[in-house]
């Protein structure tokens, strides 16, 4: 049976999705703007920021990659901005808070359970010896492990993000003047990603939590949390209280029907959970790898490279642990005790 689709509202930014340029930036509402921040080199070409004006408070949500074509664009109407709020550790999405702090003096805050992780360690090499071991435990072939690895740059630029000056709680409002933004802990496609419920401008910042189109990347890390497909299976119940406000999320454009939306992302996840299985039971697969490589992709396994693609092992990672907690018998390897240990 299908589901009744979302009702978009973003009708700009959509347009600008499908034509591949940079959406404008809009007011949305009194005192809320969305502002498009460039993501260079990824297919998501941008992430959307949000401004909102307060009583003598400026919040800024997501503030995008760190590159000067951001701050050009983020730059608009921040000389007051007084706070910036990161729905989740990710480059895309903290990138530029370190630089618009220290122009504008604005705290940063993120949720009370979103922490470094591989880049907390002060031994890089440890770090990335580890990350090539479990990429090897989950079969990766060694001819691309350098290509799927996390490299020394990367773990430079991750330890370089803004640590946070707050810490949101769930429930929690987020200090501000004026504004009237709540907490909601939503984690999965990060351990500690938050979105932000506006009921006096019946707005939902969703960050990457739900997405309208694409389904969020639930991603299994080791050290990390131990199910996380569970884990966004619980928040978005916690999210789908409603139905007519309307979601901003970080990537593609705005919409309504947050309801709709989640019962579409947990259909998708639970038919991704019954192919796992049925690659099992067809192929005999044997790693994470074997199985991730007999599974459908949107342009094709062959089409994945570096990041993609150890993004699409380490999601059918997540499958694997998420299906043995329901009770399937597994026999691929997908942890160890001392990696688990890092937690």
């Known amino acids: 049976m299908s589901l009744p689709s979302i009702t978009f509202t973003g009708h700009a930014q959509k347009e600008a999705w499908q034509n591949k340029v940079l959406p404008p930036v809009e007011q949305i509402c009194e005192d809320v ?10 297919p998501m070409r941008y992430t959307v920021s949000y401004l909102l004006v307060g009583d003598g408070d400026v ?25 910036i709020v990161v729905t989740h550790y990710h480059s895309d999405h903290l990138g530029m808070a370190a630089r618009l702090r220290a122009a504008s003096g604005a705290w940063v805050a993120l949720g009370d359970l979103e922490v470094r992780r591989l880049s907390a360690c002060e031994d890089l090499d ?130 309504s029907g947050m309801q709709r939306r989640v019962a579409e992302l947990v259909k998708h996840n639970r038919e991704r959970s019954a192919e796992v299985l049925r690659v099992l039971d067809r192929h005999r697969a044997e790693t994470v790898w074997d199985i991730a490589r007999h599974l459908t992709w949107s342009r094709g396994w062959d089409s994945l490279q570096a990041v993609s693609l150890r ?25 160890e005790p001392r990696l688990g240990a890092l937690r």
């Open 59 to 83: 919040v800024l949500i997501d503030p995008g990659w760190d590159s000067d074509a951001g701050l050009r664009l983020a730059g608009l109407g921040l000389s007051d901005l007084t706070g």
């Open 126 to 255: 440890l770090v990335l010896h580890n990350d090539r071991e479990k990429m090897t435990l989950w079969g990766v072939p060694a001819g691309r492990l350098s290509e799927v690895a996390m490299d020394k740059p990367t773990l430079v630029h991750l330890q370089d993000l803004a640590d946070p000056d707050l810490r949101l709680t769930d429930g929690s409002l987020v200090p501000g003047r004026g504004l009237d933004l709540k907490v909601v802990t939503t984690p999965g496609h990060s351990p500690g990603h938050i979105c932000m419920v506006d009921e006096t401008h019946s707005l939902i910042f969703s960050g990457d939590h739900v997405l309208p189109r694409i389904s969020p990347q639930i991603a299994l890390e080791l050290p990390g949390p131990p199910n996380p497909l569970a884990d966004y299976y619980d928040s978005l119940d916690l999210i789908a209280f409603e139905d007519e406000m309307e979601v901003c999320p970080a990537h593609e454009y705005r919409f």
């Open 311 to 335: 993004l699409a092992v380490s999601e059918t990672a997540s499958h694997v642990v998420y299906l043995r907690s329901q009770g399937h018998e597994i026999n691929v390897p997908v942890t």
């Open 33 to 42: 703007w969305s502002v498009p921040v460039p993501f260079p080199g990824s």
